[in-house]
Nanobody
Framework: QVQLVESGGGLVQAGGSLRLSCAASGSIFSINAMGWYRQAPGKQRDLVAT???????NYADSVKGRFTISRDNAKKTVYLQMNTLKPEDTAVYYC?????????????WGQGTQVTVSS
């Protein structure tokens, strides 16, 4: 069983910062990529940022310059540093891990952590 445990969400005022963490444990074979997605009420789950095991990153246009994704491969942990937060960033944030073994690739999701940004 693979488990992703998220932490770091909370309530913050506009302009503030939060740092999300997601630690993977269990039967992880080889992580290809880790990332963060978010979902606001009534909306689709959208990509926020991803990072490969080699360090290549990708960001949604809405967070470029404000958010930074990083990872610790040894700890199987991915982070999302969120600066200059806006009310529009309010959502449930989900950690994603793409794992692989000789048979193929697998997607795993965290439980979600609420981020609320007040005006």
């Amino acid at each position: 069983q693979v488990q992703l445990v998220e932490s770091g969400g909370g309530l913050v005022q506009a302009g503030g910062s939060l740092r999300l963490s997601c630690a993977a444990s269990g039967s992880i074979f080889s992580i290809n990529a880790m990332g963060w997605y978010r979902q606001a009420p009534g909306k689709q789950r959208d990509l926020v940022a991803t990072i490969t095991s080699g360090g290549s990153t990708n960001y949604a246009d809405s967070v470029k310059g404000r958010f930074t994704i990083s990872r610790d491969n040894a700890k199987k942990t991915v982070y999302l540093q969120m600066n200059t937060l806006k009310p529009e960033d309010t959502a449930v944030y989900y950690c994603n891990v793409v794992d692989s073994d000789p048979n193929g690739r697998y997607n795993y999701w965290g439980q979600g952590t609420q981020v609320t940004v007040s005006s």
